[in-house]
């Protein structure tokens, strides 16, 4: 699992990012291309991944809660397979650290073992950075001689060797085992080895192809950066509050230094996998590759996560499944061959196992309990606080076996991001739960991302589906980075008032996706009359 990467990879079809490794796993594993995080941030995004539940049933939105504490006692997608005999361990980050995970990454419940973490993490915010007066400093750009770092390492590179260390293990164990391996990168800072730097010239940079705020973009929807703000270097800039923006240089600089952040996570994951190779195990051993969310570089004026856009919500995810997604007889000691991108710059792949549909981060927990030959978990009922396993997600067994027919418009992913007001306020990216008052609920489907921002009641988790704050809906065949909001005020009163007749116990997620298909009707009907 990687922290904050969208799909900036070569197997998504990005011609920048070199991500070889990565890209050879996509070649034979299953890709699925539009796969959507509950909600753009660390800590609820994990606990909702990881249970199979969405924010609003773990009531996770923040740092500052535990779903077993806040919610429900839920059975936990590593604790299922422990359920089951299998040995489980998870080393970097897997559970979002600290309360959220119960200061334990929810051990004893869902490891074995205690959780590893890299003892380099310590000083991912100390001053480490050599800026450009010689002094050192917490920068967000932080390309390093790693031989200078305390401990000549960094958090991955340990992570690395701790994840083969268990691997060798267990390499003469007939015991099943579950790990799960955290990288931190390429969240911020940008604390990697410099030379990453160098596949990435600056004179080859370009900005995001919509560096501004769109005009029509409601206020709420807006996320102003303040992780990024409070860095050292960024501060230098003197970049106004709310909008910005960063200076263009600058913006290069920090869309060069996540690119290079990348291929160095994507280093690790090959070393990882080649390992798992060298002993033997890349044979009986199912990879699942994916992230908690994606991060804006730039598109809308925007930077890092906290948004409902498709930058931040978007996430890679690919199943390797041996004899599945790679036939029996090409299975051999160089499945996983380690590609070095900084001393082998010429490679290939292609991805035969593609699904376009959209899928979401809580049909992980399924799906892998499925693929691995476990019974996959019930579908939880509309309400299930009281149930300790059951799944908000689907099953995606059954799109490994069968060719995808076409798109499907009745697929959608849900997201959701909460705000403390209707304007950018310098908590607006991470408020804590007793100060939320707005919640942005997103839809993606297809063809569409339709978002309506709400009146929410933190200390009864109640939304109110009548207190529409703002709206949102991009087409996205003609609007694909999601600039040209055309939500319309008088039609959505419409579409709200029929609605209201609905039975009180119809969900949010079906109410939402019937004003789009009433929306998206009348639409089409207009551009049949034109």
Same mark, same amino acid.
């Given at each position: 699992?990687?922290?904050?990467?969208?799909?900036s #990879?070569?197997?998504y079809?990005?011609?920048v990012?070199?991500?070889?490794?990565i890209?050879?796993l996509?070649s034979?594993?299953?890709?699925? #291309?539009n796969?959507y995080?509950?909600?753009a941030?660390?800590?609820?995004?994990?606990a909702?991944?990881?249970t199979?539940?969405r924010?609003?049933?773990?009531?996770?939105y923040d740092?500052?809660s535990y779903?077993r504490?806040?919610?429900?006692n839920?059975?936990?997608?590593?604790?299922?397979?422990?359920?089951?005999?299998?040995f489980?361990?998870s080393v970097?980050k897997?559970?979002h650290?600290g309360i959220?995970s119960n200061f334990?990454?929810?051990?004893?419940y869902s490891?074995?073992?205690?959780?590893?973490?890299?003892?380099?993490?310590h000083?991912?915010k100390?001053?480490?950075?050599?800026?450009?007066?010689?002094k050192?400093?917490?920068n967000?750009?932080?390309a390093v001689?790693?031989?200078?770092?305390?401990g000549?390492?960094l958090?991955?590179?340990?992570?690395?060797?701790?994840?083969?260390?268990l691997?060798?293990s267990w390499?003469n164990n007939d015991a099943?085992f579950?790990l799960a391996?955290g990288?931190h990168?390429?969240h911020?800072?940008?604390r990697i080895?410099?030379e990453?730097?160098s596949?990435y010239p600056?004179?080859n940079m370009t900005?995001?192809?919509?560096p501004?705020v769109?005009e029509f973009?409601?206020?709420?929807a807006?996320?102003p950066w303040?992780?990024i703000?409070g860095r050292?270097?960024?501060?230098k800039?003197?970049?106004?509050?709310?909008?910005?923006p960063?200076?263009?240089?600058?913006q290069l600089?920090?869309?060069q230094?996540?690119?290079?952040?990348v291929?160095y996570?994507d280093?690790q994951?090959g070393?990882?996998?080649s390992?798992?190779?060298? #002993?033997?195990l890349a044979?009986d051993?199912?990879v699942?590759?994916?992230s908690?969310?994606?991060?804006s570089?730039?598109e809308?004026?925007?930077?890092?996560?906290?948004?409902?856009?498709?930058v931040a919500?978007q996430v890679p995810l690919m199943f390797?499944?041996?004899g599945?997604t790679?036939p029996?007889?090409?299975?051999?000691?160089?499945t996983?061959?380690f590609?070095?991108?900084?001393?082998?710059p010429k490679y290939?792949f292609k991805n035969d196992?593609v699904?376009?549909n959209?899928?979401?981060?809580?049909?992980?927990?399924?799906?892998v309990a499925s693929?691995?030959g476990?019974?996959a978990?019930?579908?939880?009922?509309?309400?299930s606080?009281?149930?300790?396993?059951c799944?908000e997600?689907?099953?995606l067994?059954?799109?490994?076996r069968r060719?995808?027919?076409?798109k499907?418009?009745?697929?959608?992913?849900y997201s959701?991001?909460?705000r403390?007001?209707?304007?950018?306020?310098?908590n607006?990216?991470?408020p804590?739960?007793k100060?939320v008052k707005?919640?942005?609920?997103?839809?993606?489907?297809?063809d569409?991302r339709y978002t309506?921002?709400l009146g929410?009641?933190?200390?009864?988790?109640?939304?109110n589906?009548?207190d529409?704050?703002?709206?949102?809906l991009?087409?996205?065949a003609?609007?694909?980075?999601?600039?040209?909001?055309i939500?319309?005020?008088?039609e959505?009163?419409?579409?709200i008032?029929k609605?209201?007749t609905l039975p009180r116990?119809?969900?949010?997620q079906?109410?939402m996706k019937?004003?789009l298909?009433?929306?998206?009707?009348?639409?089409?009907?207009?551009?049949g009359?034109?």
């Open positions: 699992m990687a922290d904050d990467l969208r799909p #990879l070569g197997c079809g990005d011609s990012v070199k991500s070889p490794n890209d050879q996509a034979k594993s299953q890709v699925f #291309l796969t995080a509950q909600q941030l660390c800590a609820p995004s994990r909702s991944m990881l199979s539940r924010p609003d049933t773990t009531r996770v740092f500052n779903w504490d806040q919610s429900g839920y059975t936990t997608l590593p604790q299922y397979f422990k359920s089951s005999g299998y489980t361990a970097g897997i559970f650290p959220s334990s990454d929810d051990y004893p490891w074995s073992i205690p959780a590893y973490h890299p003892p380099s993490f000083y991912e100390k001053k480490l950075c050599k800026g450009d007066d010689g050192l400093h917490v967000l750009l932080c001689n790693v031989t200078e770092q305390p000549g390492t958090p991955d590179l340990e992570s690395t060797e701790e994840a083969v260390r691997l060798k390499a099943p579950f391996v990288f990168k390429p911020i800072p940008f080895p410099q990453y730097l596949l600056i004179e900005l995001a192809p919509d501004n769109p973009l409601p206020p709420v807006y996320n303040t992780d703000r050292d270097d960024v501060q800039l003197n970049v106004s509050f709310p909008y910005g960063i200076p263009k240089d600058f600089r920090i869309r230094h996540y690119f290079a952040a291929s996570m280093a994951v070393r990882l996998l390992s798992l190779d060298a #002993l033997g044979d051993t199912m699942v590759f994916t908690d969310h994606g991060w570089l730039g809308h004026g925007e930077w890092a996560k906290f948004s409902n856009f498709n919500t390797y499944v041996p599945i790679i029996r007889d090409q299975l051999g000691e160089s996983f061959p590609i070095d991108i900084l001393t082998q290939r196992k699904r376009r959209v899928v979401e981060l809580v049909d992980v927990f399924p799906t693929m691995a476990l019974r978990p019930e579908h939880c009922a509309d309400v606080f009281q149930e300790e396993l799944t997600g689907d099953n067994a059954h799109t490994f060719r995808e027919r076409g499907d418009e009745e697929a959608i992913a959701q991001y909460p403390p007001a209707d304007t950018p306020q310098v607006s990216d991470v804590d739960l100060d707005v919640m942005g609920y997103s839809l993606r489907s297809w569409y309506l921002w929410y009641n933190p200390k009864t988790f109640q939304v589906v009548s529409v704050h703002a709206g949102e991009y087409i996205l003609d609007d694909p980075g999601e600039d040209k909001n939500y319309s005020d008088l959505q009163s419409v579409v008032k609605l209201s116990p119809v969900t949010l079906r109410r019937l004003q298909l009433y929306l998206t009707a009348g639409m089409k009907m207009n551009r009359k034109a």
